[in-house]
């Protein structure tokens, strides 16, 4: 069964810090994998997108790294600020978009 | 910043109302979907189009129906409001090949009362 599994469920963090969020799926054949974020109310906007061959890609303090061989995926967000409080998505293609729970990220001064 | 657009961005409407919720994109982007998010959770997919005159049920059964008679139009539309479809909505659009971005719209926030 394809599947898109993203931990944790939610997460707190202080004004500055790192965290990392994690995605792991099942779904194939794999085409490409996407980070989104999405803001309380709105649609999600896509951060980064990865295909089988990519490792790591980053967009300004979001780095998300992919291994095909585990099926895993992480994105990493440095020094957080108050504006990254919001929901990351992990999507995965193969033909269809399968869609992850999301993680909820709250980031506190 | 993509180009497509919701409208309303929010409605609060009674029971046995009917609604439609618009969808339109300038990005000619042959595919459209219609997801529905309860808050805090996943996105469902409830109605897709691969372009003109032709629209798909999702993964989640809905009430609602969609009709595509122009590539950037795909409004979605609910004959009889019921408490059960308050939701917020959500609209996307891709390029035919799936493996291409979608964009997505602010989504409309629907309350039946």
């Known amino acids: 069964k394809n599947q898109v599994e993203q931990s944790p469920q939610s997460l707190i963090i202080l004004e500055g810090k790192n965290c990392t969020l994690q995605?792991?799926?099942?779904?194939?054949?794999?085409?490409?994998l996407r980070w989104y974020k999405q803001d309380t109310g709105r649609g999600p906007v896509s951060l980064t997108i990865m295909t089988f061959s990519e490792n790591t890609k980053s967009n300004g303090r979001y780095t998300a790294t992919l291994d095909a061989d585990t099926k895993q995926s992480s994105l990493h967000i440095t020094a957080s600020q108050l504006s990254d409080s919001a929901s990351y998505i992990c999507?995965?293609?193969?033909?269809?978009?399968?869609f992850g729970t999301g993680t909820s990220l709250t980031v506190i001064p | 910043e993509a180009d497509i657009y919701q409208t309303p961005r929010y409605l609060v409407i009674g029971t046995g109302k009917k609604i439609t919720l618009e969808c339109s994109q300038t990005?000619?982007?042959?595919?459209m979907y219609w997801y529905q998010q309860d808050p805090g959770m996943e996105l469902h997919l409830i109605h897709y189009s691969y372009g003109v005159n032709s629209t798909e049920k999702g993964d989640l059964s809905s009430e609602s129906t969609v009709s595509r008679i122009r590539t950037e139009h795909f409004p979605l539309t609910l004959e009889s409001a019921r408490p059960s479809h308050t939701s917020q909505y959500l609209c996307?659009?891709?390029?035919?090949?799936?493996?291409?971005?979608?964009?997505f719209g602010p989504g409309t926030r629907l309350t039946v009362t």
């Open positions: 999507v995965v293609s193969a033909g269809q978009f399968y």
């Open positions: 990005m000619g982007h042959d595919k």
């Open positions: 995605c792991n799926y099942t779904v194939s054949p794999f085409s490409n």
């Open positions: 996307a659009s891709s390029e035919w090949d799936g493996s291409y971005e979608q964009y």
